[in-house]
């Protein structure tokens, strides 16, 4: 019961990539291995200390 406007069931790139934190298949970020998405990437880049270089 989850028809909330229009699905896409075909996936871009062949593979669903989904967040290992929040499991989102949205916006996911591979890069640097991480698997997240964008706003977890955000918090776990802060705990990280991404910011701070040195
Ligand atoms: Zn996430």
Redesign the pocket.
Known sequence: MFNMGKRRPRARHGKNVK??????AQA?IRKYGLM??R???KLVAEELGFRNYS
């Open positions: 967040c290992l934190r929040c499991g989102r996911v997240l998405c706003q977890c990437f």
